[in-house]
């Protein structure tokens, strides 16, 4: 496993966790560290994607989080939570990948129907 993933999915869980302080108010630095860590997860989803050139789903997920940070930021404290809703919609996606394989893309012809994985 790459330093990319490590770094992805170290930062996307200690959000997880930063996340449930930062809604339930337990200090006023954990709202910093949880955008922190958000702008780490959508930096590294966006070079992963672009390293690998898979733009998936799940890596569009992962960026979703910072939209809500900016609203955050920019006056809107509800952006904050927003963040934090869909970096559980990101993870809930994550899990399901794990346990659900990709759908089977089905390829037309003109003459024959080819099944690709």
Same mark, same amino acid.
């Given at each position: 496993?790459?330093?990319?993933?490590?770094?992805?999915?170290?930062?996307?869980?200690?959000?997880?966790? +930063?996340?449930? +302080?930062?809604?339930?108010?337990?200090?006023?630095?954990?709202?910093?560290?949880?955008?922190? +860590?958000?702008?780490?997860?959508?930096?590294?989803?966006?070079?992963?994607?672009?390293?690998?050139?898979?733009?998936?789903?799940?890596?569009?997920?992962?960026?979703?989080?910072?939209?809500?940070?900016?609203?955050? $930021?920019?006056?809107?404290?509800?952006? #904050?939570?927003?963040? $934090?809703? +869909?970096?559980?919609?990101?993870?809930?996606? #994550?899990? $399901?990948?794990?346990?659900?394989?990709?759908?089977?893309?089905?390829? #037309?012809?003109?003459?024959?129907?080819?099944?690709?994985?």
């Amino acid at each position: 496993m790459g330093w990319d993933v490590i770094i992805h999915s170290s930062a996307g869980v200690l959000a997880l966790v +930063l996340g449930g +302080l930062m809604l339930a108010e337990w200090a006023p630095w954990v709202t910093h560290a949880f955008s922190l +860590l958000m702008v780490i997860s959508f930096v590294s989803a966006v070079m992963i994607s672009w390293w690998t050139t898979s733009w998936v789903r799940g890596h569009f997920l992962a960026m979703t989080p910072v939209f809500g940070i900016v609203l955050g $930021y920019a006056g809107y404290p509800i952006g #904050f939570a927003l963040a $934090y809703g +869909l970096l559980w919609l990101a993870f809930a996606h #994550f899990i $399901y990948r794990g346990f659900v394989p990709p759908p089977r893309l089905k390829v #037309f012809t003109s003459d024959t129907t080819i099944e690709r994985m």
